[in-house]
């Protein structure tokens, strides 16, 4: 069933019990291939401050190596130069930054989805005859997130993001890293940047990657609800039918973005500015800044319009039921008020008062109820973890005098798009 289906006639709520769960649970994360691993660790979910232990481990694992590698191959010193590991901040922060935030916004997510599939059916909101179905929907993403081909294509696509970056390093005039050495057709790769383009950046990658695919499968999810029929309370207090959870869940997505942005955009694009000495308006500089900015709150943001035609279809249903009645308790109110014999009683004039209230407060939360699950919080916590990620670039900005053109730039982008 589609949510072309008509919406469901209004009805006052009837008590009841909760609409039975599916027998599998929800989950983005359970059982896959890195909570195998860091369970083979002795670090699985009984672990204490396992958190905790798991981010210290990753970091040092994929940082360590690549610093001690680095001093004994001499690329180190006090100076700032490509050729120097220790200046490479970029390193400092996808590394011991950027990747412990996201092991950390996996905890959150994976949580936070818990909850809000769980609330689904806490609040009646899917029916039961449809819990059915979402048994199916449940035990489909069980199996996409244990299986072993998921996790196989994130390391395949992490080792190829690892090579593409090394690639351009072995270019005919390119310029000296940490990462290679040599001349010409002589150049080779490092000790550091064996461990950096072989274990640490494809881990890093894999970790995010792993992320954006449990990201995939939970917007899948919300397809799969907006599908149904579900019980929207138009008079609900979250003003979203009784569905204002997914905007919380939404939100909380807000530490990858902030991850995501620090380690594969702030870090790269400092780095570029900082140590290589190129300039941030070159289009190859400033375009993964823009795009991050413009792409991570919409990619958050945009699947919960999946919700807004059965919102939509409950709001206009809402207000065409209430308009009526509303009509016709003012019109008895005002017989009885305005041309009656003035013989009610206080009890009769304190119910109709109460009433008349009543009516009005709910017909002006059904005008207020919004037809995108999302509210301002929500979407104020994803795009200010966006662009306190990329604030991070604002100093090193202001060091190089580029701090007034950035601004300009913005001005003038800002006064094109006010002018169409």
Known sequence: MTSDAASPPLRPATAGRAVPGPEVPFSLFEGDGLRRAWA?????????????????????????????????????????????????????????IGLPLFLAAEVIIDGSTKDAANEFFRCRIIRAEDAPRFERTHAAIARLRQSLWSDAACVALAYGISLAILVPQFDTNPLPTWHVHGIGSARRLTAPGWWAFFVALPFLNYVWLRIGWKTFLWVYYLYRVSRVRLDLHPTHPDLTG????????????????????????????????????????IMPVWGPVVGFIVGAPLLFTLPLFMFTKQLFRTRKRALAAYRERVTEHSRLVESRWLFGDGTL????EARDIAEQSTLGTMFARIERMRVVPFDLRSFGQLLGSTLGAMATLLPLLHTRGETAAVVEAVGKLLGQMGGH
Request: with cysteine; glycine share 8%.
């Open 345 to 348: 009683s206080s009890q009769e």
């Open 40 to 96: 083979a660790l002795g670090l699985g979910s009984h672990t204490r401050f396992r958190n905790v232990w798991r981010c210290a481990l990753a970091s040092f694992v994929c940082y360590a190596p690549m610093a001690v590698l680095a001093w004994r191959q001499g690329l180190a010193g006090a100076e700032i130069s490509p050729t120097n590991f220790f200046a490479d901040f970029a390193a400092y922060v996808q590394f011991l």
């Open 242 to 281: 009784g569905i204002g959870f997914i905007s919380e869940t939404q939100g909380r997505f807000a530490l990858f973005i902030l991850a995501y942005g620090l380690s594969n955009v702030a870090a790269p694009v400092g780095y570029e500015i900082a140590v290589q000495n190129y300039d941030f308006t």
